[in-house]
């Protein structure tokens, strides 16, 4: 059976049969491929993980094999198979307010640098479902209100998966996620839906564009450079010569005087060529190279 089934029948687990178990050759083969295609370094302790990832997939497909799992993958010639394992393996917690003292320092330095460049060109890589865009657009807000009279979007986030790109479209959270935010800016830029969920007003969400993105690419589809570029917690399923090259096009792709944040877990040494370390995780673009 084709694994397309699953995605068009759903959650049916009408066909569900045993799975075998998975081999070490059939890890290494997925591994591989997740590995060249996307980055995400699994190592051998992540097998269980993706066992219990893949699993669901597998069975709705009515496929009992890792092995033919994968030959189908290969044999895709539409992606939708590989979109779709990246969208299952890929880790996309994130929540409002996530490392605030960025927020802080964003809010308190680079916004001054930002507003001499009307419109700023802010990019958010690997944005997941959204709530760290928004909250960028928030706090830009904030400062200026006539950002909102911008015709165009000024902040582009992306991510490789799709579920997570469509939740952050649909702007759509938690109560419990909102509150994470500082006092206030619920009431202002959030309106409450019947089911008690929280909607992002359309004042914010037209500061942003979602996009898919894949990361892992000789090159990247921009015709300028970026005053801001946030990449936190995202290089950190990568191994160092990926980090390596994937901060050094973050680097060319940032304007002079531009700021680059990865997450506080996260460390490129205090001598990356063009980027100058300025606080915990936050670097500055110089003019070298
Ligand atoms: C843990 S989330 C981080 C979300 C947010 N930046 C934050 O700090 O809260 C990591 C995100 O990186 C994305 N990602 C992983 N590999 C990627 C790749 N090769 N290209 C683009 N995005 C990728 C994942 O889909 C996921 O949404």
Known sequence: ??????????????LAREINPITDKEFHSLRDLIKTRFGINLTEQKKSLVVGRLSGVLRRAGIDSFQEYFQQIVADQSGKLLSQLIDKISTNHTHFNRESDHYDFFTQT????????????????????GEEAYNVAMLMLEQQQSLADLADPIILATDISSTALEKASRGVYSAENVTKLPAGMARKYF????????????????LISYKRLNLIRDSFPFRSAFDVIFCRNVMIYFDVATRRKLVAQFTQLLEVGGYFFIGHSETLGRDTPGLRYIRPAVYLRTAET
Not at 1 to 6: A, E, L, R, V
Not at 113 to 124: F, G
Not at 191 to 206: A, D, F, I, S, W
């Open 1 to 14: 059976m084709s694994i397309f089934s699953d995605l068009t029948l759903g959650s049916s687990e009408s």
């Open 110 to 129: 680079v916004m001054r640098t930002l507003l001499r460049n009307i419109p700023p060109r802010i990019w958010i890589a690997g944005c997941s479902s």
């Open 191 to 206: 309106r409450k839906q019947p089911t008690g969920e929280m909607l992002v007003n359309q004042n914010v969400r037209k």
